[in-house]
Each structure stands twice: as C-alpha cells, then as structure tokens.
C-alpha cells in the first residue's frame, strides 16, 4: 500500500509540475497586452484560496478545487 501511494504523491506532483511549466509557456507565449492580462489573472485566482489548484486541460489553465472554478484562454 505505501508503494501506491508513494507513486500517486509523484504522479500528483509531477502533474503539477508539468501543467505549471504548460501555463508558464502558454502565458509566455501571449502577445505582450494578453500577458500582463494573464499573469495578473493567473496571480489573483491563486491568491483567492490557497487550495485552488492549478492544472492544464482542453489546452488552457485551468482551475479547481473541488470542482471547476474558472479558466482562460487566448483564443
């Protein structure tokens, strides 16, 4: 059993990290105008609620908690 959940806490983390890094590309990729946007918007929803979590779906930022709270997209 600690071998399972020692491998769901990695693939927890590693999502994590991997959708951080989609989102700082995304983000970085924006024209200049969208990016200020979008790193402002992205900092105020993840200082709403500290269990807001982050993650990287339908090729935008997403983001819950224990349900779909909001996302963004440039298109």
């Given amino acids: 059993h600690l071998k399972l959940l020692y491998y769901f806490v990695f ?3 590693n999502g994590a ?3 951080k ?3 700082d590309e995304y983000i970085a990729a924006a024209p200049d ?3 200020i946007i979008c790193e402002k ?3 105020r929803i993840l200082q709403a609620d ?3 979590k982050e993650t ?4 935008a930022p997403v983001y819950e908690k224990s349900q779909l709270i909001c996302s ?3 298109k």
């Fill in 41 to 43: 918007l992205r900092q």
């Fill in 11 to 13: 693939m927890v983390i």
């Fill in 50 to 52: 500290p269990g807001i």
């Fill in 17 to 19: 990290t991997e959708a």
């Fill in 72 to 74: 963004f997209s440039l």
């Fill in 33 to 35: 105008n969208f990016r």
């Fill in 21 to 23: 890094t989609k989102i």
């Fill in 56 to 59: 990287w779906k339908w090729s």
